[in-house]
């Protein structure tokens, strides 16, 4: 079976400073890892995704994640974070047959 | 461009009545569809996905249906709500199996009462 954990379910951090979400996941090969974000009452957003290659990918907003397979683990960066940023953020993966398995999130809120 | 549609936006219906929840995707063709459930507190659940027409797979036993009457169409029903189906409703769409990352629309905020 496969699953997702985010440990952290609420994090605060202040404007400009740097962010990392965590993430691990449990499957039996090499799995297809994703982060969302959703901002309060909306749909989700793709950050980013890895699907091979280059371990350390690059998202949108400035986000970035490194795929850490001895750690099972898929954590989410930012080095300096916006007011804007404040929002919950989904990790996921997908195995078999398109399913996406999310953990059940952490949120963040940014103080000024 | 691709955008996928859910509506309404809101809905609140009393305990014991039907319900159907729509979701469109323009832009795209033979698109795999799902329906996810977010519930307070949670991350989000899967509860149908469709890789077309009339074509419909159901990961949670509930008292909840969906149907796909065309290529782009995706329809979630009940025909006796119950309290527990308040939540978040999520459509997403999806091409090449397994291999794409799935596009999810604003969603559809239930409130069973």
């Known amino acids: 079976a496969q699953s997702v954990t985010q440990p952290d379910i609420h994090i605060t951090v202040s404007e400009g400073a740097s962010l990392e979400l965590r993430c691990n996941y449990s499957?039996?090969?090499?799995?297809?890892l994703f982060w969302y974000v959703q901002s309060p009452g909306q749909g989700l957003q793709l950050l980013l995704k890895y699907f091979s290659g280059d371990t350390l990918v690059q998202g949108i907003k400035g986000f970035e994640a490194e795929f850490k397979r001895s750690q099972s683990s898929f954590n989410l960066r930012k080095p300096s974070v916006h007011w804007s940023d404040a929002a919950e953020y989904f990790c996921a993966l997908t195995g078999t047959a398109s399913k996406l398995t999310f953990g059940t999130g952490t949120r963040l809120q940014v103080t000024l | 461009s691709q955008t996928i549609h859910q509506w309404p936006a809101t809905l609140v219906q009393p305990v014991g009545s039907p319900l159907s929840l729509e979701c469109t995707v323009e832009g795209t063709s033979n698109p795999n569809l799902y329906w996810y459930r977010q519930a307070a507190g949670r991350g989000l659940q899967l509860l149908f996905y469709?890789?077309?027409?009339?074509?419909i797979s159901s990961e949670v036993p509930q008292n909840l249906s969906a149907s796909r009457p065309q290529d782009r169409q995706f329809i979630l029903s009940s025909k006796k709500l119950l309290l527990s189906d308040s939540g978040f409703y999520l459509c997403?769409?999806?091409?090449?199996?397994?291999?794409?990352?799935?596009?999810f629309g604003p969603g559809t905020r239930l409130t069973v009462t």
């Open positions: 997403a769409w999806s091409v090449l199996d397994r291999l794409s990352e799935q596009y």
């Open positions: 499957y039996g090969a090499t799995p297809y």
């Open positions: 469709s890789v077309g027409i009339g074509q």
